[in-house]
């Protein structure tokens, strides 16, 4: 997919996957719906569930931050 949406969507996961790993977490994808969720990256445990969109994921992190 070459759509300006998509590569935006890519750049953000690219920029919060960072702050994500940081804290020992992960970024994924529930095949399913098309959303992210948050795992921790040692047990696989889902942290956070899905749905989420990039933009709820940032809030979680900038909550973690405060």
């Known amino acids: 997919d070459s759509s300006p949406d ?3 969507t890519i750049r953000k996961l ?3 996957a960072p702050r ?3 804290y020992g977490f992960g970024i994924e994808i529930d095949k399913t719906t098309r959303s992210f969720f948050i795992s921790d990256l040692k047990t696989k445990t889902v942290i956070v569930p899905p749905p ?3 933009s709820m994921v940032e809030e979680w992190l900038d ?3 405060a």
Do not use: W
């Open 14 to 16: 690219l920029d919060l």
């Open 52 to 54: 989420m969109n990039l």
């Open 20 to 22: 994500a790993q940081a």
């Open 63 to 65: 909550d973690r931050n």
């Open 6 to 8: 998509f590569h935006s």
